[in-house]
């Protein structure tokens, strides 16, 4: 091997080295690559917190910023407290979330403070309302017996105009429209888990309370390809205006944020191998991983998304600081990067991208199309400090089976959407055709209002959210699809395997051209040099 750094975390493969075993949407490929290519591996876990309950009744009693939050409560007050929704943490966390802990935790306090006045909203902007059972096993059966038929606790509703408030415009003119409750509140406490730099800050509220019309001034194309990265916030165009429309909330609002991060722990124990370098896998690991792959390719697709879902991430919380919002959030980024972040040398022409089963907006139900999109050419992509792995104009292999099915529950917007794409892909005239076309479709607020849908605007959100991503790469090549007519739609080349994926990408980029391979999941966020 020929290590990249002292941990050994990148490497550049030698004659015969591999074959690596890569996520492939809901089964693996087992894939040789040729000589010279990086291999990119996530950062091991680090240390955890140990006793979670201590670490965040310490956060609340020392906040950065702000009064401990017990100075903060008195009785007759009016408090919410608002979380994130299931779109993170991914896969999904094994029980008790941390977010349960955090909220157990915050009311106890309530209770000594004889806080009877308190909602639980979960923060889920224009995402589809949680289902009941999805919200009892994030907050635990407790808080979800107690609060979920009273409803003192529920779905945040982004389209309800009698519960929603404008609270003005910021000195750039985006209206901040937010949930009346929160406004009104003489405490909003928000509840994160920042499993990624793009989230938390002033993002939790200014996004996660707020309306279409709110959201939309910075969920668009220009933001979004303004972002450079989305994780990286001081050069991105979102997070500046995610930050003012916070700082607008919080002229208003006095808010007490609570955040945590997580380590990398992402398999249970059984699939622990999936976490290490091949190299060092023993017989035992090896045998194991053919028999799934072999099992998994077997299966239809949509009874391996239900093995796959069914595996919860064993995460342990790597730290929880609480207080002033800009305060805490500058050490959560800290311990974000601590954990995901590693510096590699020089851009690549070739990156090959694995996509796994599972992104922020499929949970319990299909990657579609523009959600693969969002995944490769957003998500995946934009794990990058400074400058993306792969060079402009240069080629992106990805890995996934990439069907043409959805979810009628879950994303009938994302159908009407995906329909009027065979028109055209252009991502500047899809954000100005078809955003207020959808997000005012009656009966997609319909839908979102009382039937889990994601909101009509959703799609197109996705569909910008990898806008960044085509834009940079010259060519996007997807391995075996099984709908060749979803990857022509999309704009994509299709190859037969990865070894004529790469070929094609040599065809555009040079015989010479320099190979990345993310293997990815676990996350990790590349700082470019």
Same mark, same amino acid.
């Given at each position: 091997?020929?290590?990249?750094?002292?941990?050994?975390?990148?490497?550049?493969?030698?004659?015969?080295?591999?074959?690596?075993?890569?996520?492939?949407?809901?089964?693996?490929?087992?894939?040789?690559?040729?000589?010279?290519?990086?291999?990119?591996?996530?950062?091991?876990?680090?240390?955890?917190?140990?006793?979670?309950?201590?670490?965040?009744?310490?956060?609340? #009693?020392?906040?950065?910023?702000?009064?401990?939050?017990?100075?903060?409560?008195?009785?007759?007050?009016?408090?919410?407290?608002?979380?994130?929704?299931?779109?993170?943490?991914?896969?999904?966390?094994?029980?008790?979330?941390?977010?349960?802990?955090?909220?157990?935790?915050?009311?106890?306090?309530?209770?000594?403070?004889?806080?009877?006045? !308190?909602?639980?909203?979960?923060?889920?902007?224009?995402?589809?309302?949680?289902? #009941?059972?999805?919200?009892?096993?994030?907050?635990?059966?407790?808080?979800?017996?107690?609060?979920?038929?009273?409803?003192?606790?529920?779905? /945040?509703?982004?389209?309800?105009?009698?519960?929603?408030?404008?609270?003005?415009?910021?000195?750039?003119?985006?209206?901040?429209?937010?949930?009346?409750?929160?406004?009104?509140?003489?405490?909003?406490?928000?509840?994160?888990?920042?499993?990624?730099?793009?989230?938390?800050?002033?993002?939790?509220?200014?996004?996660?309370?707020?309306?279409?019309?709110?959201?939309?001034?910075?969920?668009?194309?220009?933001?979004?390809?303004?972002?450079?990265?989305?994780?990286?916030?001081?050069?991105?165009?979102?997070?500046?205006?995610?930050?003012?429309?916070?700082?607008?909330?919080?002229?208003?609002?006095?808010?007490?944020?609570?955040?945590?991060?997580?380590?990398? #722990?992402?398999?249970?124990?059984?699939?622990?191998?999936?976490?290490?370098?091949?190299?060092?896998?023993?017989?035992?690991?090896?045998?194991?991983?053919?028999?799934?792959? /072999?099992?998994?390719?077997?299966?239809?697709?949509?009874?391996?998304?239900?093995?796959? !879902?069914?595996?919860?991430?064993?995460?342990?919380?790597?730290?929880?600081?609480?207080?002033?919002?800009?305060?805490?959030?500058?050490?959560?980024?800290?311990?974000?990067?601590?954990?995901?972040?590693?510096?590699?040398?020089?851009?690549?022409?070739?990156?090959?991208?694995?996509?796994?089963?599972?992104?922020?907006?499929?949970?319990?139900?299909?990657?579609?199309?523009?959600?693969?999109?969002?995944?490769?050419?957003?998500?995946?992509?934009?794990?990058?400090?400074?400058?993306?792995?792969?060079?402009?104009?240069?080629?992106?292999?990805?890995?996934?089976?990439?069907?043409?099915?959805?979810?009628?529950?879950?994303?009938?917007?994302?159908?009407?959407?995906?329909?009027?794409?065979?028109?055209?892909?252009?991502?500047?005239?899809?954000?100005?055709?078809?955003?207020?076309?959808?997000?005012?479709?009656?009966?997609?607020?319909?839908?979102?209002?009382?039937?889990?849908?994601?909101?009509?605007?959703?799609?197109?959100?996705?569909?910008?959210?990898?806008?960044?991503?085509?834009?940079?790469?010259?060519?996007?090549?997807?391995?075996?699809?099984?709908?060749?007519?979803?990857?022509?739609?999309?704009?994509?080349?299709?190859?037969?395997?990865?070894?004529?994926?790469?070929?094609?990408?040599?065809?555009?980029?040079?015989?010479?051209?320099?190979?990345?391979?993310?293997?990815?999941?676990?996350?990790?966020?590349?700082?470019?040099?």
């Amino acid at each position: 091997m020929h290590p990249l750094d002292p941990e050994g975390l990148s490497y550049l493969t030698e004659k015969g080295d591999g074959p690596f075993y890569l996520m492939n949407g809901e089964s693996f490929a087992i894939e040789n690559v040729p000589v010279g290519t990086r291999v990119l591996y996530p950062r091991p876990p680090l240390p955890n917190v140990g006793d979670l309950r201590a670490a965040v009744r310490h956060a609340l #009693d020392h906040p950065i910023g702000m009064d401990p939050l017990r100075a903060c409560l008195k009785p007759g007050m009016k408090v919410t407290i608002a979380f994130d929704d299931i779109s993170l943490a991914l896969p999904l966390m094994k029980a008790p979330d941390c977010r349960q802990i955090a909220l157990e935790v915050v009311l106890d306090y309530l209770a000594e403070a004889g806080v009877d006045d !308190f909602h639980l909203v979960v923060a889920v902007a224009l995402h589809r309302h949680m289902h #009941d059972h999805e919200v009892r096993y994030q907050c635990g059966r407790r808080i979800f017996d107690a609060y979920w038929h009273t409803k003192r606790l529920y779905n /945040y509703d982004a389209e309800d105009k009698d519960n929603n408030i404008v609270l003005g415009h910021t000195e750039h003119g985006h209206i901040v429209e937010i949930q009346k409750r929160a406004a009104t509140s003489d405490l909003l406490i928000y509840v994160n888990l920042n499993l990624i730099a793009l989230n938390g800050g002033h993002k939790s509220v200014g996004v996660g309370l707020a309306t279409y019309r709110c959201i939309r001034t910075n969920h668009n194309i220009e933001h979004n390809l303004g972002a450079r990265s989305i994780n990286d916030p001081p050069r991105s165009r979102l997070h500046r205006t995610f930050d003012e429309i916070g700082r607008y909330v919080e002229k208003h609002v006095r808010v007490f944020h609570l955040e945590m991060t997580v380590d990398t #722990d992402t398999f249970p124990w059984y699939l622990g191998y999936l976490q290490k370098q091949e190299h060092t896998w023993n017989a035992a690991e090896w045998l194991s991983s053919r028999i799934n792959k /072999y099992f998994l390719d077997c299966t239809p697709l949509s009874l391996n998304r239900a093995i796959f !879902f069914a595996n919860k991430a064993p995460y342990h919380v790597t730290s929880v600081q609480a207080g002033e919002c800009e305060a805490v959030h500058r050490i959560t980024l800290e311990n974000v990067y601590r954990q995901q972040n590693i510096e590699i040398q020089g851009q690549s022409d070739i990156y090959i991208v694995p996509v796994p089963y599972v992104m922020p907006y499929s949970v319990h139900s299909v990657m579609n199309p523009i959600l693969v999109h969002a995944m490769g050419l957003g998500y995946l992509f934009n794990f990058y400090k400074g400058r993306p792995v792969v060079k402009e104009g240069g080629s992106i292999i990805l890995l996934h089976p990439l069907e043409e099915k959805f979810n009628p529950v879950h994303h009938p917007s994302y159908i009407e959407l995906w329909e009027k794409l065979a028109l055209t892909r252009d991502h500047h005239e899809v954000d100005r055709k078809y955003a207020d076309e959808l997000a005012l479709n009656p009966r997609y607020i319909e839908l979102y209002r009382f039937h889990n849908a994601y909101h009509g605007f959703h799609p197109v959100s996705m569909w910008n959210w990898g806008a960044h991503g085509r834009m940079h790469c010259g060519q996007v090549i997807i391995v075996n699809p099984r709908s060749r007519n979803a990857a022509a739609r999309l704009g994509w080349e299709t190859a037969p395997n990865l070894t004529e994926a790469i070929e094609m990408a040599r065809t555009r980029q040079g015989a010479n051209a320099s190979i990345s391979l993310c293997h990815s999941p676990p996350i990790a966020m590349w700082e470019v040099k």
